[in-house]
Protein backbone atom coordinates (compact mmCIF):
# COMPACT_ATOMS: atom_id res chain seq x y z
CA UNK A 1 0.00 0.00 0.00
CA UNK A 2 1.65 3.46 -0.89
CA UNK A 3 2.00 5.74 2.10
CA UNK A 4 0.77 8.87 2.75
CA UNK A 5 2.55 12.29 1.74
CA UNK A 6 3.89 14.44 4.52
CA UNK A 7 1.27 16.22 5.98
CA UNK A 8 3.90 19.33 5.71
CA UNK A 9 4.30 18.66 1.81
CA UNK A 10 0.08 18.49 1.54
CA UNK A 11 0.39 22.05 3.11
CA UNK A 12 2.46 23.27 0.44
CA UNK A 13 1.37 22.05 -2.48
CA UNK A 14 -2.70 23.44 -1.27
CA UNK A 15 -0.95 27.07 -0.22
CA UNK A 16 0.22 26.87 -3.89
CA UNK A 17 -3.01 26.14 -5.27
CA UNK A 18 -4.94 28.55 -2.78
CA UNK A 19 -2.74 31.36 -3.71
CA UNK A 20 -3.16 30.75 -7.44
CA UNK A 21 -6.88 30.69 -7.16
CA UNK A 22 -6.51 34.41 -5.33
CA UNK A 23 -4.50 35.51 -7.87
CA UNK A 24 -7.26 34.99 -10.62
CA UNK A 25 -9.73 36.82 -8.97
CA UNK A 26 -11.31 34.12 -6.72
CA UNK A 27 -13.22 35.09 -3.51
CA UNK A 28 -10.27 34.89 -1.03
CA UNK A 29 -12.02 34.20 2.32
CA UNK A 30 -13.05 30.79 0.86
CA UNK A 31 -9.76 29.95 -0.34
CA UNK A 32 -8.03 30.73 3.13
CA UNK A 33 -10.07 29.41 5.33
CA UNK A 34 -9.71 25.41 3.56
CA UNK A 35 -5.73 26.53 4.08
CA UNK A 36 -6.21 27.65 7.41
CA UNK A 37 -7.50 24.97 8.83
CA UNK A 38 -5.51 22.69 6.94
CA UNK A 39 -2.41 24.35 8.53
CA UNK A 40 -4.07 24.34 12.20
CA UNK A 41 -3.00 20.41 12.18
CA UNK A 42 0.65 21.08 11.55
CA UNK A 43 2.66 20.76 14.69
CA UNK A 44 6.41 20.37 15.36
CA UNK A 45 6.22 16.27 14.70
CA UNK A 46 5.29 16.75 11.15
CA UNK A 47 8.42 19.32 10.49
CA UNK A 48 10.68 16.91 12.81
CA UNK A 49 11.22 20.15 14.70
CA UNK A 50 13.19 19.43 17.98
CA UNK A 51 14.90 22.24 18.52
CA UNK A 52 13.82 23.49 22.10
CA UNK A 53 13.83 19.35 23.08
CA UNK A 54 17.51 19.14 21.68
CA UNK A 55 18.43 21.85 24.51
CA UNK A 56 16.88 20.04 27.38
CA UNK A 57 18.29 16.62 26.05
CA UNK A 58 21.59 17.22 23.76
CA UNK A 59 22.93 13.89 23.76
CA UNK A 60 23.07 11.82 20.37
CA UNK A 61 22.05 14.10 18.24
CA UNK A 62 22.99 13.88 14.48
CA UNK A 63 25.37 16.04 12.79
CA UNK A 64 23.12 18.95 11.74
CA UNK A 65 21.20 18.98 14.53
CA UNK A 66 24.28 19.51 16.89
CA UNK A 67 25.14 22.28 14.52
CA UNK A 68 21.49 23.62 15.00
CA UNK A 69 21.91 23.56 18.81
CA UNK A 70 25.23 25.30 19.00
CA UNK A 71 24.46 27.93 16.35
CA UNK A 72 21.18 28.77 18.47
CA UNK A 73 22.73 29.02 21.54
CA UNK A 74 26.01 30.96 20.86
CA UNK A 75 24.44 33.13 18.67
CA UNK A 76 23.54 36.47 19.42
CA UNK A 77 20.62 36.78 16.75
CA UNK A 78 17.07 37.40 18.03
CA UNK A 79 15.55 35.13 15.77
CA UNK A 80 16.63 32.51 13.49
CA UNK A 81 14.93 31.03 10.01
CA UNK A 82 14.76 27.50 8.30
CA UNK A 83 13.95 27.48 4.82
CA UNK A 84 11.17 24.80 3.84
CA UNK A 85 10.16 26.40 0.66
CA UNK A 86 9.97 29.27 -2.00
CA UNK A 87 8.67 30.22 -5.28
CA UNK A 88 7.23 33.04 -7.11
CA UNK A 89 3.77 32.33 -5.40
CA UNK A 90 4.80 31.45 -1.91
CA UNK A 91 7.73 31.14 0.48
CA UNK A 92 7.16 28.58 3.72
CA UNK A 93 9.51 28.72 6.55
CA UNK A 94 10.14 28.10 10.42
CA UNK A 95 11.20 31.41 12.32
CA UNK A 96 12.51 31.10 15.76
CA UNK A 97 12.20 33.96 18.27
CA UNK A 98 14.71 33.67 20.94
CA UNK A 99 13.42 34.48 24.52
CA UNK A 100 13.01 38.16 25.58
CA UNK A 101 13.17 39.19 22.13
CA UNK A 102 10.99 39.87 18.89
CA UNK A 103 10.53 40.02 15.29
CA UNK A 104 10.02 43.85 14.70
CA UNK A 105 6.25 45.60 13.78
CA UNK A 106 6.50 45.38 9.78
CA UNK A 107 4.11 44.84 7.16
CA UNK A 108 3.80 42.57 4.38
CA UNK A 109 3.18 45.21 1.32
CA UNK A 110 0.48 43.12 -1.08
CA UNK A 111 0.51 40.30 0.50
CA UNK A 112 -1.11 37.31 2.73
CA UNK A 113 0.48 35.80 5.67
CA UNK A 114 -0.38 32.77 7.67
CA UNK A 115 1.16 31.99 11.44
CA UNK A 116 1.07 28.65 13.08
CA UNK A 117 2.96 28.31 16.54
CA UNK A 118 4.56 25.35 16.76
CA UNK A 119 6.49 25.17 20.05
CA UNK A 120 6.88 27.36 22.21
CA UNK A 121 5.02 30.75 23.90
CA UNK A 122 4.61 34.21 22.06
CA UNK A 123 2.13 37.18 21.15
CA UNK A 124 0.81 38.46 18.42
CA UNK A 125 -0.08 41.86 17.98
CA UNK A 126 -1.78 42.97 14.46
CA UNK A 127 -2.67 46.49 13.55
CA UNK A 128 -5.39 47.68 10.59
CA UNK A 129 -4.18 50.79 8.88
CA UNK A 130 -6.76 53.85 9.35
CA UNK A 131 -5.63 56.12 7.24
CA UNK A 132 -1.85 57.95 6.63
CA UNK A 133 -0.72 61.13 8.90
CA UNK A 134 1.88 61.71 6.87
CA UNK A 135 4.48 60.08 4.40
CA UNK A 136 6.15 59.09 7.94
CA UNK A 137 3.10 57.79 10.06
CA UNK A 138 0.31 55.68 10.00
CA UNK A 139 -2.68 56.14 12.70
CA UNK A 140 -3.71 52.73 12.95
CA UNK A 141 -6.27 50.30 15.51
CA UNK A 142 -4.78 47.45 17.14
CA UNK A 143 -7.05 44.60 15.74
CA UNK A 144 -5.51 41.85 17.68
CA UNK A 145 -3.94 41.26 20.52
CA UNK A 146 -3.36 37.63 22.09
CA UNK A 147 -1.14 35.12 23.29
CA UNK A 148 -0.53 32.49 20.96
CA UNK A 149 1.15 28.66 21.95
CA UNK A 150 1.20 25.57 20.01
CA UNK A 151 -2.44 24.59 20.80
CA UNK A 152 -3.72 28.25 18.96
CA UNK A 153 -5.52 28.61 15.52
CA UNK A 154 -3.29 29.97 12.40
CA UNK A 155 -3.68 33.51 12.43
CA UNK A 156 -4.43 34.95 8.96
CA UNK A 157 -2.63 38.53 7.81
CA UNK A 158 -4.27 39.80 5.08
CA UNK A 159 -2.98 42.82 2.21
CA UNK A 160 -5.62 45.28 3.51
CA UNK A 161 -5.78 44.40 7.06
CA UNK A 162 -4.22 43.15 9.87
CA UNK A 163 -1.05 43.45 7.62
CA UNK A 164 0.88 45.13 10.39
CA UNK A 165 2.06 43.22 13.08
CA UNK A 166 4.77 41.97 15.80
CA UNK A 167 5.68 38.79 17.40
CA UNK A 168 7.70 38.37 20.37
CA UNK A 169 8.66 35.39 22.97
CA UNK A 170 7.01 35.52 26.17
CA UNK A 171 6.55 33.33 29.75
CA UNK A 172 10.61 33.18 29.08
CA UNK A 173 10.43 31.09 26.41
CA UNK A 174 11.05 30.71 22.90
CA UNK A 175 8.69 30.62 20.40
CA UNK A 176 8.84 29.19 16.83
CA UNK A 177 6.13 28.84 14.54
CA UNK A 178 5.62 28.13 10.55
CA UNK A 179 5.26 30.92 8.38
CA UNK A 180 3.36 31.02 4.62
CA UNK A 181 3.56 34.04 2.91
CA UNK A 182 2.07 35.04 -0.93
CA UNK A 183 4.01 36.27 -2.38
CA UNK A 184 7.08 36.38 -1.13
CA UNK A 185 9.26 39.55 -0.31
CA UNK A 186 11.23 40.76 -3.05
CA UNK A 187 12.92 44.35 -3.99
CA UNK A 188 9.70 44.93 -4.83
CA UNK A 189 7.64 44.34 -1.62
CA UNK A 190 10.01 44.81 0.80
CA UNK A 191 8.94 45.39 4.21
CA UNK A 192 8.82 49.00 6.49
CA UNK A 193 9.08 48.44 10.59
CA UNK A 194 7.06 50.63 12.58
CA UNK A 195 7.54 51.60 16.17
CA UNK A 196 3.71 52.20 17.74
CA UNK A 197 3.03 54.58 19.99
CA UNK A 198 -0.75 54.97 21.62
CA UNK A 199 -3.35 58.26 20.22
CA UNK A 200 -4.70 60.17 22.71
CA UNK A 201 -8.18 59.12 20.34
CA UNK A 202 -9.72 55.95 20.80
CA UNK A 203 -11.20 54.33 17.73
CA UNK A 204 -14.29 54.96 18.32
CA UNK A 205 -14.19 58.71 18.61
CA UNK A 206 -12.16 59.33 16.21
CA UNK A 207 -15.75 58.49 14.38
CA UNK A 208 -18.21 59.76 16.45
CA UNK A 209 -18.27 62.74 18.46
CA UNK A 210 -20.39 61.09 21.54
CA UNK A 211 -17.53 59.13 22.67
CA UNK A 212 -14.88 62.28 22.79
CA UNK A 213 -15.80 62.91 26.29
CA UNK A 214 -14.57 59.38 27.62
CA UNK A 215 -11.79 59.28 29.48
CA UNK A 216 -8.56 57.12 27.75
CA UNK A 217 -8.18 54.84 30.89
CA UNK A 218 -11.90 53.72 30.76
CA UNK A 219 -10.34 52.93 26.48
CA UNK A 220 -9.83 48.84 25.80
CA UNK A 221 -6.68 48.25 24.28
CA UNK A 222 -7.74 47.60 21.12
CA UNK A 223 -10.36 50.02 20.72
CA UNK A 224 -7.54 53.22 20.92
CA UNK A 225 -6.13 54.37 18.09
CA UNK A 226 -1.94 54.16 17.58
CA UNK A 227 0.22 56.00 15.48
CA UNK A 228 2.87 53.95 13.75
CA UNK A 229 6.27 55.74 13.06
CA UNK A 230 8.37 54.15 10.44
CA UNK A 231 12.10 53.31 11.10
CA UNK A 232 15.06 51.84 10.27
CA UNK A 233 15.62 48.72 12.77
CA UNK A 234 19.54 48.26 12.43
CA UNK A 235 19.44 45.77 15.95
CA UNK A 236 17.11 43.08 13.82
CA UNK A 237 18.19 40.40 12.08
CA UNK A 238 18.36 36.83 11.35
CA UNK A 239 20.64 33.73 10.99
CA UNK A 240 19.55 30.44 9.19
CA UNK A 241 19.29 26.99 10.79
CA UNK A 242 18.90 24.07 8.93
CA UNK A 243 15.98 22.36 8.09
CA UNK A 244 15.52 18.76 9.20
CA UNK A 245 11.98 17.68 8.34
CA UNK A 246 10.32 15.99 5.40
CA UNK A 247 11.76 16.54 2.02
CA UNK A 248 10.00 19.44 0.19
CA UNK A 249 9.54 18.04 -3.46
CA UNK A 250 7.34 19.21 -5.80
Same mark, same amino acid.
Given at each position: ???????????????????????????????????????????????????????????????????????????????????????????? %??????????????????????????? %?? %??????????????????????????????????????????????????????????????????????????????????????????????????????????????????????????? %??????
Amino acid at each position: MQSSSPRILTLIKQAKQTFSLISSNNDPNDCIDSLRRLMNRITKYDLNFTLFDNMKNSQSLNSIDQKNLDKFINSNAPVFYMKLYEDNIISV %GIFIIKSHHRMPLHDHPHMFGLIKVLD %GH %GHLNAYNILFEKNENELICSKHISTSINSQSETAVLYPNKLNIHEIYATNNDHCAFLDILSPPYSNENDCTCYIAKPSSLSSSSSSSSSSSSQSTTDINENERNYVLKRIFDDEYYTESLQYT %GPTISL
